[in-house]
């Protein structure tokens, strides 16, 4: 369910921060970033498999979007506040509660979410990462910020 990770060797090609948001909504920076890191060769290989999918499944979802046209779009270029434009106009543009619904969903997912294995799936995350005793890494959010360096 998650965007896939780098090894935390990984060069500076890492996307930008989940944290990171355009026009309030968190994820959507990161996503557009993997578009464009990936269309310039330059998106680590462990990502690849996670693209459209995942987080950015869900973040094409609730803009009710597809995945393939956002990227075709990224890569015609333009800001991120354009593509979240276009994205509005194509798809739909979300409440002011359903922004603060779908940030907070996002910031936690990871966290006491036994019941469909993301939490799991995190953990396997930290463990390949070399981060089990890495309990203040309860989130996927958290993990990216360490797993990518921009955290210690």
């Known amino acids: 369910m998650t965007d ?41 290989e462990a990502y690849h498999k996670n693209l459209g999918i995942g987080f950015d499944g869900r973040s094409v979802r609730f803009l009710h979007i597809d995945y393939p046209a956002l990227r075709d779009r990224v890569l015609q270029g333009g800001t991120d506040e354009e593509v979240l434009h276009w994205c509005y106009e194509r798809g739909r543009r979300p409440t002011e509660e359903e922004v603060l619904v779908w940030n907070s969903f996002m910031v936690k997912r990871g966290w006491r979410d036994e019941a469909d294995g993301s939490t799991q799936e995190l953990n396997g995350y930290k463990a390949a990462s070399g981060l089990s005793g890495r309990h203040d890494l309860a989130t996927f959010f958290d993990y990216y910020e360490v797993d990518e360096g921009r955290k210690p």
């Open 4 to 44: 896939g990770r780098a090894p935390r060797s990984a060069p500076r090609s890492a996307p930008r921060s989940a944290y990171d948001r355009v026009g309030g909504l968190v994820y959507f920076a990161r996503m557009l970033d993997k578009i464009r890191l990936h269309a310039a060769g330059r998106l680590p």
